[in-house]
């Protein structure tokens, strides 16, 4: 087994987080569940990372911690020079705000707006959002934005999740499972959603998933076991979504 290496990144790459001894015990009554162990992590500017893992490794405790919406038992996480560890709660909600969009598996859209409506939902409270239109654009549904949730099939309503997400111009954006309600021929259309974010904006993009096949995609893929990175691998070359099988 390769060892974990968290400092395998983009060489140039500024380092967007750092996590450092990561630990997260939820009190389940009488029984204590240790859903992380000690994480280490880096994670670079550009970089797009797939956490993978079976249910109840720790990859959506992760993500929750990286993205404010968690605290951690023990251990450390900074965003750049900001200790998310020692936050106010009023500092993590602006955090949250204005660093971290975020992609979960079921798209949360409002059914009585339209597309455009619900990404203008997140700019309103966004410091210097890129328009709508633009959002729906980079994720190719600009001739989909008057058109209700209820008129969008699901793999165009999680774009328009994705549109809502980065609409903020976020330095981060995390996804949790966001190909985990779709088809395949569907799920790669959203993997090349994610990409071309990364890609285009530079996005640091974090994909979670339990699906081997996805990790093609990634710069590297952060194995995860029991609540501990049990190895950090780094491909050679990015497949495209297109590329990929499962």
Known sequence: MQEPDVH?????GETVFRARGLTKIYDM????????RGADLDLFAGELIVLLGPSGSGKSTLLNILGGLDVP??????YRDME??????KELTAYRRQHVGFVFQFYNLIPSLTAEENVAVVTDIAKAPMPPGDALALVSLSDRK?????????GEQQRVAIARAIAKNPAVLLCDEPTGALDFATGIVVLEALERVNRELGTATVVITHNADI???ADRVVHLRSGRIAEVERNERRKSPRELRW
């Open 8 to 12: 395998d990144g983009r060489a140039s």
């Open 29 to 36: 009554g009488e029984v204590q569940v240790h859903a992380l």
């Open 73 to 78: 038992t023990g251990g450390t996480v900074h």
């Open 84 to 89: 998310l560890t020692k936050a106010t709660e």
């Open 146 to 154: 008057d058109h209700f949730p209820a008129q969008l099939s699901g």
């Open 215 to 217: 990790a093609g995609m």
